[in-house]
């Protein structure tokens, strides 16, 4: 068998499945609503919580950013680190509460870069089952010795923490970006402290969105009221909340001099192009002085659940904005994402393996940007949804 042989075999097989993938076409980044494939919907699929991605200030920033020079023609090690990195890694690390902060490229490459630097043989990795791939792949790639634990499972975690050799690194969602609900994180610090373990939270879904009095924006770990010590390796992006792109870990200075000198797909990569550093920068200072945004965010976040569950939709026990419906069947929920896009809705349809078999969900994410409405007009697509796909619960 030839390799295009195998390749179109296994091709065939994904689609025979059902879970075989295909892009939408948007004409831009979409803001409540979206240009696919010629025609306008309401999205509610996009990450842009704060509704930054098309804020004419981030867009303007971005802009004069690329004056600096459309790539930083470098790795940040080399001759590719400007002040406008500097200034984001600033802003970012005033916004934590942390001393200082990196920049990466991708939220894949700074879970993986700082996995990869900070465990390796000897070492032990425990991380939650929902995590996201990065985190999995992080630390399958470190050498390090990998346990998980059940789902937000404190008994089982202790567990496996009584199993751990060697420097121990708990790694977790701060907001799982499937099913939308937040870790226990006080409840692991606990944990932690108590055996002797580093805690790694990766906030990309809660970074802009949740924070405490004195962080607003830092994340589910200020939100849950831990200290840097408690959490002393935290992740974010830049492509969610801050609606640009790439991401951060904040930490110590000593925790960030160590990443410079031995995370790899930071030292071995081009560095972060000058304009998306001036529109994240831009973004990060909008998220700071307007914090009404993120108040409206938890607003709608409110009125949605009041809403559909008053409709019998199958809502989880989510209180971010990321809104999963359980549908089930593979088949059924591409159907449904068929049909709300017939009916003017742009909702993301997710099947194994993103999710456990027999887990496949409409994931409905909320935006700061969107009306009562627009909310309104999606609940009554859903419950009108055909029979042989509705989602309200019997």
């Known amino acids: 068998m030839t390799f295009r042989d195998i390749l179109h075999q296994r091709l065939a097989r994904r689609r025979e499945l059902g879970l075989y993938r295909e892009m939408k076409t948007l004409a831009a980044a979409p ?107 992080g630390a399958q790639l470190s050498g390090a010795r990998s346990l998980r634990f059940a789902h937000s499972d404190m008994e089982s975690l202790e567990r496996q923490l009584s199993r751990a050799d060697g420097n121990t690194l708990v790694a977790v969602d701060g907001v799982y970006s499937m099913d939308g609900d937040c870790a226990p994180l006080a409840d692991i610090a606990r944990l932690c402290d108590a055996h002797g373990a580093w805690l790694m939270v990766d906030e990309a879904h809660g970074f802009g969105v949740m924070g405490s009095k004195e962080f607003p924006c830092a994340g589910s770990a200020a939100a849950a009221g831990l200290t840097p010590e408690q959490v002393p390796v935290l992740m974010g992006t830049l492509g969610k909340a801050a609606g640009n792109a790439g991401a951060f870990v904040a930490g110590s200075r000593e925790l960030i001099d160590y990443l410079t000198q031995f995370a790899r797909p930071y030292i071995y990569t081009t560095g972060m192009p ?104 999606l609940l009554r697509a859903l419950v009108e949804s055909p029979a042989d796909s509705a989602v309200v619960a019997e």
């Open 31 to 137: 803001g409540p609503r979206a240009l696919v494939d010629g025609g306008e919907l309401v999205a509610f699929s996009s990450n842009d919580y704060l509704g930054l991605a098309t804020h004419p200030q981030v867009i303007a920033a971005q802009q004069r950013g690329a004056g600096l020079g459309a790539g930083a023609t470098a790795s940040h090690l080399v001759n590719g680190h400007l002040r406008i990195h500097e200034q984001l890694q600033d802003k970012i690390a005033e916004l934590t509460g942390r001393e200082a902060a990196l920049v990466f490229s991708s939220g894949y490459m700074a879970n993986v870069g700082a996995l990869c630097a900070l465990v390796g043989r000897g070492d032990t990795v425990i991380q939650d089952k929902l995590n996201h791939a990065s985190l999995i792949d």
């Open 274 to 377: 000058p304009a998306v550093a001036a529109g994240c920068l831009a973004a990060l200072k909008i998220m700071q002085r307007e914090p009404q945004r993120h108040e409206r965010l938890a607003d709608l976040i409110r009125y949605f659940r009041d809403r559909a569950g008053a409709l019998g939709l199958p809502l989880t026990d989510s209180r971010s904005a990321i809104q999963p419906l359980i549908i089930g069947g593979e088949k059924a929920v591409m159907a449904l994402a068929a049909g709300l896009q017939q009916r003017g809705f742009l909702v993301g349809a997710i099947r194994p393996p993103t999710v456990p078999a027999g887990t496949a969900r409409l994931r409905i994410t909320l935006s700061a940007a969107h009306s009562e409405a627009e909310i309104d007009a």
